[in-house]
């Protein structure tokens, strides 16, 4: 029997990501309004300073902060008020020693003055005098031009997912539209004999279809249009044929069962059979989840998946969404973690990097992380999941009470 040429993790993102290196996703022109969630496909530079004028962050009286120098409640600075700045409006008047002028939260602050003091530390003597009761240092309470943004500045960049807050900061800059990839399109193909749809019966040796449902969810929440879902027997012409369709409208597919050493395991063939270059990785030291293919056929990447549920899960999140990730030019290098601390020990086949289910649960101020365990194929692995945690392959287990980083799922 051929025994796969097991990669490492870490090997076999580094071939996907020479494979697909030069790979293209096509780009659209979007209303920033219909932006959000969307990945940026060029930076965003801004063409103005933000502020472009000098504003006060408080509500209080703009002054020259040398007038304020030794202020104090018993000995107050005195100054005369030459006017009032109002909202929306540009500031008519220019101080001078000795002066100021009442400033609200936003205004414009006047020429002359270099600083603001907060209402509170004020005392109004009468409608044109006020005694200051602090002093104030040279730009306190207010934002100079520029401050936030500068003009040419880059504000987002290229790989970036854009936020509700991202497009509140696009508006700030007065940009509209904004380029962005095309969403990838993914197809998911589940072969097996014994594979039934959920609305039929199933007779003994026959199971439901899970993973053509459940990695269709991940590939649509990690940002996909789903084009096709379909399951198709372990039939080689079947096969051939549903694939190489779904290589042509599609950037990735996915074929989930078939790509152990088995009989039947016929997934690598088919890829093979399709055209060049084919299978690149066939085997990875990952646990669950050996024997995954990575391939790329006529420039489209394809993902050969175990048909055991957490399995496919794992590897989805592991190589899958990577390479989504990487087509799109995010960060991949970030991974966004929960830190909890592990209820139990966990032991880890070593020479594998093991990806061990666990849920959580907040105690008082801190995350508790308790492995799912289950025989090979359970289903409720994945309902009672709530992320997962990785073990590097020359560890042979997390002890009880160690922090862990728990990846969402």
């Not at 780009?27 to 932006?35: S, W, Y």
């Not at 207010?142 to 497009?167: A, S």
């Amino acid at each position: 029997m051929k025994m796969f040429n097991v990669h490492s993790v870490k090997e076999a993102r580094k071939k996907l990501t020479e494979y697909f290196s030069d790979y293209k996703l096509e780009t659209e022109t979007m209303d920033i309004v219909k932006a959000q969630g969307r990945i940026l496909a060029d930076d965003v530079l801004s063409n103005v300073n933000v502020p472009h004028f000098r504003r006060s962050t408080v509500d209080g009286y703009a002054v020259i902060s040398k007038d304020t120098n030794g202020a104090s409640e018993s000995l107050p600075a005195f100054l005369n008020v030459i006017g009032e700045v109002h909202m929306g409006m540009p500031a008519n008047k220019i101080i001078s020693h000795d002066e100021t002028v009442y400033v609200p939260t936003g205004g414009m602050i006047p020429d002359g003055a270099d600083s603001v003091v907060m209402v509170e530390y004020t005392e109004k003597l009468d409608e044109d005098n006020i005694a200051i009761n602090r002093p104030v240092y040279p730009k306190e309470n207010m934002i100079d031009i520029g401050d936030d943004i500068k003009e040419g500045e880059k504000v987002l960049k290229t790989g970036f997912k854009l936020r509700p807050q991202d497009i509140g900061v696009l508006s700030s800059i007065g940009i509209e539209k904004v380029l962005v990839y095309k969403l990838p399109t993914i197809a998911v193909i589940s072969t097996g004999d014994e594979i039934v749809d959920p609305s039929k019966n199933a007779k003994a040796g026959q199971i439901r279809d899970i993973n053509t449902y459940t990695l269709s969810a991940m590939a649509e929440e990690a940002g996909c249009i789903l084009t096709k879902k379909v399951v198709v027997e372990d039939e080689f012409q079947r096969l051939y044929d549903i694939l190489k369709e779904c290589l042509k409208n599609n950037d990735i597919v996915i074929i989930s069962g078939g790509s152990s050493v088995g009989t039947k395991d016929i997934t690598g063939k088919v890829i093979n059979s399709i055209g060049e270059p084919g299978v690149f990785v066939h085997g990875v030291a990952i646990k669950p989840g050996k024997p995954t293919i990575l391939a790329k056929v006529k420039d489209k990447a394809v993902f050969g998946l175990p048909g055991q549920p957490v399995s496919a899960m794992i590897v989805f999140k592991v190589f899958v969404e990577y390479l989504i990730k990487y087509i799109q030019r995010q960060d991949t290098k970030t991974e966004y973690y929960i830190e909890a601390e592990l209820t139990s020990n966990i032991h880890s086949a070593q020479g594998k990097e093991t990806y061990q289910m666990v849920t959580l649960e907040k105690e008082e101020r801190q995350w508790k992380a308790s492995p799912v365990y289950g025989k090979s194929g359970m289903i409720t692995l994945i309902s009672k999941a709530k992320g997962f945690i990785r073990i590097d392959a020359d560890n042979e287990g997390i002890e009880k009470g160690e922090k862990v980083k728990v990846i969402p799922i």
